[in-house]
């Protein structure tokens, strides 16, 4: 029998979807549980990330996992292997999250327990920058093969999200990417952004976000 949960869930039929996510947020800070919406392409690394980052975490504070995807179960039982709560959704067919699909996520999820929810959203990097889903914050990971021009085609995705990984830095000698080149034309689009180099197959730098999200998950709580 598995760990997890399949529900399918259908796109909102509301349309003030800002409305929906503002009162989700209130709803769970009330609850005193953080959610993260983290974003990317696909094969950037966001579940390998994910495996990573829970394994630190994971005895730290109550942790749950909402996998988006189109179809298929196969990010649910990469994350079901490190214990931690997850549930998978199918969004029938839609390439993006809205505050209602995630609100549903999160009952089936069951929050009571969660200090710390993550929905790993569908991987693209349109859609989903366009839908707030009621997150505390909002994440995206940029990985070295995908190329340093990435801010300069999808602007909105890396101007809404308050921290940018990239991932995949373990393979930048094979690859013609400028790190600095990124950081300074998402600090143009996004001031305020912080950026982490990471490498989710070697570890590197997933120490330094770990900090990042523990602080945020602590400062939630707090205000």
């Known amino acids: 029998m598995e760990s997890f949960k399949i529900m399918e869930i259908k796109q909102s039929i509301f349309e003030d979807n800002d409305q929906q996510a503002n009162q989700l947020r209130e709803g769970l800070k009330a609850e005193k549980t953080f959610l993260l919406n983290l974003m990317s392409s696909p094969g950037a690394g966001k579940t390998t990330t994910l495996v ?15 996998e988006a995807d189109i179809d298929s179960d196969v990010d649910a039982h990469s994350i079901s292997k490190t214990g931690v709560k997850v549930i998978q ?42 839908f707030d889903t009621g997150a505390s914050k ?43 080149a990124v950081k300074e034309r998402v600090k143009k689009l996004n001031p305020n952004i912080r950026v982490i180099p990471i490498s989710a197959r070697t570890g ?12 945020q998950v602590k400062l939630w709580n707090e205000k």
């Open 89 to 130: 959704l199918h969004t029938g067919g839609m390439c993006h999250l809205d505050a209602d699909m995630t609100k549903q996520g999160l009952l089936g999820l069951g929050t009571e327990d969660v200090d710390c929810a993550i929905l790993e959203n569908v991987g693209n990097l349109v859609c989903p920058a366009e």
């Open 204 to 215: 590197e730098g997933i120490e330094e976000w770990a900090n990042w999200l523990r602080t």
């Open 138 to 180: 909002n994440a995206m990971i940029l990985s070295v093969p995908e190329g340093d021009d990435k801010p300069l085609k999808y602007p909105l995705m890396f101007s809404i999200v308050d921290v940018l990984l990239i991932n995949k830095i373990d393979v930048l000698p094979y690859f013609d990417f400028d790190i600095e």
């Open 52 to 66: 990573k980052t829970l394994e630190i975490l994971k005895n730290e504070m109550g942790l749950g996992i909402l």
